[in-house]
T-cell receptor, first 114, second 114 residues
Framework: GDSVTQMEGPVTLSEEAFLTINCTYTATGYPSLFWYVQYPGEGLQLLLKATKADDKGSNKGFEATYRKETTSFHLEKGSVQVSDSAVYFC?????????????FGAGTILRVKS | DVKVTQSSRYLVKRTGEKVFLECVQDMDHENMFWYRQDPGLGLRLIYFSYDVKMKEKGDIPEGYSVSREKKERFSLILESASTNQTSMYLCASVGAFLTNSPLHFGNGTRLTVT
């Protein structure tokens, strides 16, 4: 079945450091891929998405490229800020015969120190 | 902006109690979801509803039921709460559930069962 694997955290970085959070997936069809972010005390919100191979999603300085050949969707940011401290979830949405299925990774905690 | 409102941020209930978690969305969305979020496990789908009075089981429906009498409201019911249902519960909604449609989440209800 479909699944998403993302790197374990917590990831602790200093302000202005480069961020990579790895995400790989398995899917039976041609999924769309998402990164959601959850700030402390809040629900999840969409950070970026990509709907087909080689698409790059970007938002708020974050970006991720849909790599079909490596089944990956790694999240990157060139210079993190303290305000980026949050939990990041990689997810895929795939079409199944009964409808769409959304699968989430386990989440990666990011802590940014000033 | 879509608003998904969960009626309680924190709940403390006793083992064996019947518990109701309420969720309301204001965007006339057809599809609504209940997820459970646990550290290291990500989000797991409990139930979803694609229309009024319609529901489908998710990955972990045991011990839960749902009710959708009106389009904007989706309730999660714990028939007899148990300590292993202590968790964060997230409600989400989306209009047309296409593979590239992101979900809109509420801020969550943290339930503690003692």
């Amino acid at each position: 079945g479909d699944s998403v694997t993302q790197m374990e955290g917590p990831v602790t970085l200093s302000e202005e450091a480069f961020l990579t959070i790895n995400c790989t997936y398995t899917a039976t069809g041609y999924p769309s891929l998402f990164w959601y972010v959850q700030y402390p005390g809040e629900g999840l919100q969409l950070l970026l998405k990509a709907t087909k191979a080689d698409d790059k999603g970007s938002n708020k300085g974050f970006e991720a490229t849909y790599r079909k050949e490596t089944t990956s969707f790694h999240l990157e940011k060139g210079s993190v800020q303290v305000s980026d401290s949050a939990v990041y979830f990689c997810a895929l949405s795939d079409y199944m015969e009964y409808g769409n299925k959304l699968v989430f990774g386990a989440g990666t905690i990011l802590r940014v120190k000033s | 902006d879509v608003k998904v409102t969960q009626s309680s941020r924190y709940l403390v209930k006793r083992t064996g109690e019947k518990v109701f978690l309420e969720c309301v969305q204001d965007m006339d969305h057809e599809n609504m979801f209940w997820y459970r979020q646990d550290p290291g496990l990500g989000l797991r789908l409990i139930y979803f509803s694609y229309d009024v009075k319609m529901k489908e089981k998710g990955d972990i429906p045991e011990g839960y039921s749902v009710s959708r009498e009106k389009k904007e409201r989706f309730s999660l019911i714990l028939e007899s709460a148990s300590t292993n249902q202590t968790s964060m519960y997230l409600c989400a909604s989306v209009g047309a559930f296409l593979t590239n449609s992101p979900l809109h989440f509420g801020n969550g209800t943290r339930l503690t069962v003692t």
